[in-house]
């Protein structure tokens, strides 16, 4: 029953559930074979004997060895964790895009389309699930919809239909059927057990008609450290007004749009249960198609599933910069690469302050204004209104002003290209391009050497640590030799030296 064995060493997780040391939360699952159930390392159940546990990487592997999940733990909720993070790309974008929902759904795509998409050969996708995950595409794309489903059945009043409707079940009876088959009990039977579901702050939820706004709260779990203050201040710095808002020192929000689903969400940090508190509102319930794709969005954004202790250990084998590093730092993601690419343009050659000036002239200017439930919010401009805004509000270049034009008109015609090929508009370099992956898909390992910060921050460091007084041809080979020693953290590195 028990196949596949843990990538940590067994007395690793041993003392981590013993322990219930939240920072290997999602790193591992524990698998009881006394009661067939899996649990996380941070259950708050009796601790098994060693002799009748089993370790697995993943939640889907348990699941598999014919588990079900713990319902006082709840493994749905559990932080994501990708291993091979940085080595095994194909199969994380794989998994990425399973998880949002492209497997699933009206709009679903085939195994083959997902397999043409990422560059490969179905075979080999299959390949790489069966070996790394020891389960099939089609079956691990199904666990997913069943935990998007059962973490929505414990936390949120939406009614069981809305559920099977936003987990990418194309119909009540098959989400059922599929529910009962593999987790033994029924989306009823589970919803009666379980505990009364989080509160939002405000009464706001419609169900009546697919027109009508919805909203509903969920809690996402994170492997401490955090280090929430910097990330809540680098926000603060660069927040447009009416699109992001950070109330208190402990929340950030904003408004968004994917797939043509609009809404915002508000996240809230409850640092001693290691979690966000998390409202999403969206314009119409018809929406809840896109929510898988939504919470996985919101995930990046703030980098939850990031692990920490993996970077940090990295990190701090750098020298000089070991003394200096932040634990718990993560990636203030943005909601799209569009996005993103337009804040790297405005931030050319100009200050912090300056940038965001631009930046929020641009979403005023341009963004469109939207009541979603009780919120007014300004969403980010789309790509076609940037391609023929006149942009004449913007104190910059007449050549910035016509690459952000280009911009938007490549994404318009060309929505689903590399970021590699944004290089051919004019005006937009390699600095754009890495930064738009850095911020706008979260990618782990872009060390922004070009940028002047960055480079100011190194050669210091390492004149400070009596290195001599690097030249720029010096500082060409100290960051080829960080990348090197840093990757596949790089990204984490880059704001490191931002947040010095």
């Known amino acids: 029953m028990f196949k596949h064995e843990c990538y940590l060493s067994k007395e690793a997780c041993r003392k981590a559930r013993l322990a219930r040391d939240p920072r290997f939360d999602g790193q591992f699952f524990i698998g009881v074979r006394t009661t067939k159930i899996y649990c996380r390392s941070v259950c708050p159940a009796v601790s098994p004997k060693e002799e009748n546990v089993c370790y697995f990487d993943s939640a889907v592997q348990a699941a598999n060895a014919g588990l079900r999940p713990c319902l006082r733990c709840r493994p749905d909720s559990a932080p994501l964790s990708y291993a091979w993070k940085g080595t095994q790309t194909t199969l994380e974008r794989a998994k990425g895009l399973i998880d949002n929902g492209a497997l699933c759904g009206t709009e679903s795509m085939s195994i083959e389309s997902l397999s043409e998409r990422l560059g490969i050969s179905s075979r080999y996708l299959r390949k790489l699930f069966s070996e790394k995950l020891g389960t099939s595409v089609k079956r691990y794309a199904q666990y997913r919809q069943l935990m998007l489903a059962k973490q929505l059945l414990h936390q949120t009043k939406l009614s069981i239909t809305q559920v099977a409707y936003a987990a990418g079940f194309s119909s009540i009876r098959r989400f059922n059927e599929v529910f009962k088959d593999e987790l033994k009990l029924t989306p009823s039977a589970l919803r009666k057990s379980r505990a009364k579901p989080i509160e939002l702050d405000s009464e706001r939820v419609q169900t009546s008609s697919q027109c009508l706004p919805v909203a509903l709260r969920v809690q996402f779990s994170f492997r401490p450290p955090l280090a929430w203050q910097q990330l809540h201040d680098f926000y603060h710095v660069r927040a447009v007004k009416e699109m992001e808002w950070l109330d208190g ?212 460091l390492y004149q400070a640590a009596g290195e001599g007084s690097p030249n720029s041809n010096d500082y060409g080979l100290i960051t080829q030799s960080l990348a090197k020693q840093v990757s596949p953290w790089g990204s984490y590195l880059t704001f490191q030296l931002w947040s010095l």
């Open 249 to 460: 020192r402990q929340s950030y929000g904003r408004s968004f749009t994917l797939n043509g689903v609009s809404g915002y969400f508000d996240a809230k940090l409850d640092s001693g249960n290691n979690l966000f508190n998390v409202d999403i509102v969206l314009e119409k319930e018809s929406g809840l198609t896109e929510l898988s794709a939504i919470i996985g969005n919101i995930r990046r954004v703030l980098d939850l599933d990031a692990n920490v202790q993996q970077i940090d250990s990295a990190l701090t084998a750098l020298k000089p910069l070991s003394a200096l590093i932040i634990p718990g730092l993560r990636l203030p993601g943005v909601w799209s690469t569009f996005e993103a690419g337009c804040r790297a343009v405005l931030g050319q050659q100009v200050s912090i302050v300056q940038a965001s000036k631009l930046l929020n002239q641009l979403v005023l200017t341009y963004g469109e204004k939207r009541l979603i439930g009780e919120k007014l919010v300004t969403l980010f401009p789309s790509p076609e209104t940037i391609a023929t805004a006149e942009l004449t509000e913007l104190k910059m270049p007449g050549a910035r002003k016509r690459a952000l034009n280009a911009l938007g008109q490549f994404v318009c015609d060309n929505p689903n290209a590399e970021l590699e090929h944004w290089l051919s508009v004019k005006g937009i370099g390699p600095w754009t391009v890495a930064y738009a992956k850095m911020r706008g898909m979260s990618h782990p390992d872009i060390l922004l050497c070009g940028d002047l910060v960055v480079k100011k921050r190194v050669l210091g």
